[in-house]
C-alpha cells in the first residue's frame, strides 16, 4: 500500500498546484478529481483502460468521455499525463492524496469514529468538539458503527488513533498479565 501513495503522490501534489495556481474553488476540484476515481474504479473502466490495443490518445478520450463533469484544459491535460505514463488506474489514491492536501491547506481533518453502538447527533457533535480541542483542526467526522469494540469508540485522525474501545483495554490487560 505504501507504494501505491509513493506513486500516487507527486500526481495529487501536481494537480493541487495546478488547481491553486488556476485560481479554482478547491472544493470543485475535489469534486472533479473524486469522480475521476470512481470511473477509474469500475472493473470495465480498469480492463478497458488496460486494453494493448488501444493507443494513449484513445484512452484518454474515451475515459474524458465517461466523464459527467465538464473537464477544464487542465483536468484533460492531467488525464492525458496520467494516461501517458500508465498511471490512470492510481486514480483512487491519488483522489486520496489530493483530499489530504486540500484538508491540510483548509486546516481540516477526516475525523473516522467507530462505536460499538450507533451514536446520534449529539454524541457524535460532543465528541468531534473535544477532538477539535485536542487536534486544533476542523474536524469533518465520519462515523461508522463495530459490535467487535465491545462498547466505546476507536478515533483515527490522519495517522493518529484514539482507541477508548472496551476491546483495546482487553488487550492491554492480556499484554499486561502476559508480560
Known amino acids: 500500500m505504501a507504494e501505491l ?14 488547481a491553486r495556481d488556476d485560481q479554482a474553488d478547491l472544493a470543485s476540484w475535489s469534486d472533479l478529481v473524486n469522480e475521476l476515481a470512481q470511473v477509474a474504479s469500475i472493473e470495465s473502466v480498469r480492463e478497458a483502460m488496460t486494453d494493448p490495443r488501444l493507443g494513449d490518445a484513445q484512452r484518454a478520450d474515451l475515459f474524458a468521455g465517461l ?7 487542465t483536468a484533460r491535460n492531467f488525464i492525458e499525463l496520467l494516461v501517458g505514463n500508465d498511471r490512470l488506474l492510481f486514480l483512487p489514491q491519488i483522489a486520496q492524496q489530493f483530499d489530504a492536501l486540500k484538508n491540510r491547506h ?32 476542523k474536524l469533518k467526522p465520519v462515523v461508522t458503527v463495530d459490535a467487535s469494540l465491545i462498547g466505546g469508540v476507536r478515533v483515527m485522525v490522519g495517522d493518529q488513533v484514539l482507541d477508548t474501545s472496551v476491546q483495546a483495554q482487553l488487550a492491554r490487560m492480556r499484554d499486561t498479565l502476559a508480560a
Open 67 to 73: 466523464i459527467k463533469s465538464p473537464l477544464s484544459k
Open 5 to 18: 501513495s509513493t506513486i500516487a503522490r507527486p500526481y495529487a501534489e501536481a494537480l493541487f498546484a495546478a
Open 106 to 137: 483548509d486546516g481540516t481533518a477526516l475525523a473516522e469514529i467507530t462505536s460499538a453502538f450507533a451514536l446520534d447527533d449529539a454524541q457524535v457533535q460532543q465528541i468531534v468538539v473535544g477532538l477539535e480541542k485536542k487536534f486544533g483542526l
